[in-house]
């Protein structure tokens, strides 16, 4: 129900509302005042379609999650310092889900704080100290994970907060534009050149007398750009830290409960078993709840430090009621069946515009998870990004919500409720066919000045709010 005109709601932001917190569209922000399903509606009930928010995951206001949720919170919601079959029932479906060694469950309310943990864990059991991430990855806005976030990090421009030297970033295993190109090394075994990078970081801890406490990385990166990493690159890397006695944690935030389709998490696309899967967003359908998943043996190790962990509103009854029908509905709506048909429905329609758009350089995906990077040429893959910053400004026009990400910002990302159909995908690509043409014809049908800065730009920006040094290079809607 909205209660403000918009221009009492954007008022009162400007006033009460810290500057840095991230807004989509900002120069022109949209007013959300309803959603369901993959529809969201504005103060005016415009709708538009959602192919970005991977967090209402079943669809937006699912009534069977509303329903639960309503349901115990007239009944009880308190701490989680008693017990409640809600909790118990939610950490046993989640490890049925999973390998059989991740048996033991933390709740929070994050990711960031998800994540935060999974660190905590990490040092606690191999009481060593250095991490390794990969570049571009974004894990949370906590200080700890700044820290690891070169996504965040890189852009703060005060000086203030720097990596700390125990922290290594791994070259991103992205074979279309990383370190490793397919077209510079065909046939060769990417995936094994991108874990000796990784190796080697890990030589050189131990040569200056450090050691290694853990490998932290997206299952699949979406925050770098829709990245799937080359066959057998997990496997390697999680044998290598394991030689060296650090421990291999995935986060699933983004990419975990089905999304992909043919798993219900990611790193068993890559056939790999991680020590600790941290997870968040979709897990509430957009009520606030995450959780670590790990061993017996690392909770020991946690537990034998001798502190208590208490998160207040972790695991409470009315956030776990909302946990179990979030994982119902993935089951019995079969999503994952869905992600799988829809998504490569998608996938098979893209490669189809391939053939008559050049801008189309790479398509890369895996269920509902989809990227397309466009380039201006592509034998030099060289980013298109206004393409794409116009490319996003005009799905806006035409009433699709859409983001792109990437470091040069070119990656036009897909992530989108998983009720999201075949007649969704018409709807999305008869739009897109008719921006690549505007962009293939250079007849462009809105134009703005150049912005200096992603944070006034007119598109939607990511989950962990825009990367910083992507500059806005110039297209966009005439709001600008
Ligand atoms: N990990 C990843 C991969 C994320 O995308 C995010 C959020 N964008 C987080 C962790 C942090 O989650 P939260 O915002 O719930 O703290």
Same mark, same amino acid.
């Given at each position: 129900m909205e209660t403000l005109t918009k221009s009492e709601t954007l008022a009162m932001r400007k006033r009460h509302?810290? %500057?840095s917190c991230a807004l989509f569209f900002?120069?022109?922000p949209l007013k959300i005042i309803r959603a369901r399903g993959q529809y969201m509606y504005d103060e005016h009930d415009n709708q538009y379609l959602d192919?970005?928010?991977?967090?209402?995951?079943?669809?937006?206001?699912?009534p069977y999650v509303v329903e639960a949720g309503a349901k115990q919170m007239q009944v009880l919601n308190t701490n989680s310092r008693f017990l409640h079959d809600n909790m118990v029932k939610l950490a046993r479906r989640l490890t049925e889900t999973l390998?059989?060694?991740?048996?033991v469950v933390y709740f929070t309310n994050s990711g960031s704080e998800a994540n935060d943990l999974a660190l905590r864990l990490a040092k606690h059991h191999t009481k060593h100290s250095d991490m390794i991430v990969l570049k571009g990855a974004y894990h949370g806005h906590v200080i700890s994970l700044i820290d690891l976030s070169s996504y965040k990090?890189?852009?703060?421009?005060?000086?203030?907060?720097k990596a700390p030297s125990s922290v290594h970033m791994a070259p991103c295993?992205? #074979?279309?534009?990383?370190?490793?190109r397919d077209d510079e090394h065909p046939g060769k075994d990417l995936g094994k050149m991108y874990a000796d990078d990784v190796k080697e970081i890990i030589d050189s801890i131990h040569d200056k007398g450090n050691t290694v406490s853990g490998f932290m990385a997206e299952s699949m990166q979406s925050c770098g750009g829709q990245i799937i990493y080359p066959d057998g690159y997990l496997e390697k890397v999680f044998k290598y830290v394991h030689q060296a006695g650090g421990i291999n944690i995935m986060d %699933? !935030?983004? !990419?975990? $409960?089905?999304? !992909?389709?043919?798993?219900?998490?990611? $790193?068993q696309a890559q056939g790999v078993v991680p020590d600790i899967v941290t997870m968040g967003k979709p897990m509430g359908n957009g009520h606030p709840i995450a959780a670590v998943v790990t061993t017996k043996e690392i909770a020991a190790s946690f537990a034998a430090c001798g502190a208590e962990y208490f998160n #207040?509103?972790?695991?409470?009854p009315v956030s776990c009621a909302i946990g179990l029908a979030v994982l119902d509905v993935i089951e019995n709506e079969d999503l994952r069946g869905k992600a799988v048909q829809v998504g490569q429905y998608f996938l098979d329609k893209l490669n189809n515009m391939k053939k008559t758009y050049t801008l189309i350089g790479d398509i890369r995906g895996h269920g509902m998870f989809v990227g397309i990077d466009l380039v201006?040429?592509? &034998? #030099?893959?060289?980013?298109?990004t206004k393409a794409a910053e116009y490319a996003v400004s005009r799905l806006k026009e035409e009433r699709i919500l859409y983001s792109r990400d990437g470091p040069h910002m070119n990656v036009l990302k897909f992530k989108p409720?998983?009720?999201?159909t075949k007649d969704n995908v018409d709807f999305l690509c008869e739009k897109l066919e008719v921006i690549f043409d505007e962009l293939k014809s250079g007849n462009l049908k809105s134009m703005c000045t150049p912005e200096k800065n992603t944070n006034n730009s007119n598109d939607i920006l990511v989950d962990g709010g825009p990367p910083s040094k &992507? !500059?806005?290079t110039g297209l966009g809607t005439p709001v600008c």
């Open positions: 509302i810290g %500057e900002k120069s022109d192919c970005i928010n991977n967090v209402c995951h079943v669809g937006h206001c699912h390998p059989d060694d991740l048996k990090l890189d852009d703060m421009k005060d000086g203030v907060h295993p992205d #074979t279309y534009r990383g370190k490793y %699933e !935030v983004q !990419v975990g $409960f089905g999304r !992909v389709g043919s798993h219900f998490w990611s $790193f #207040t509103y972790g695991g409470n201006n040429d592509r &034998k #030099t893959r060289e980013p298109a409720p998983m009720c999201f &992507k !500059v806005c």
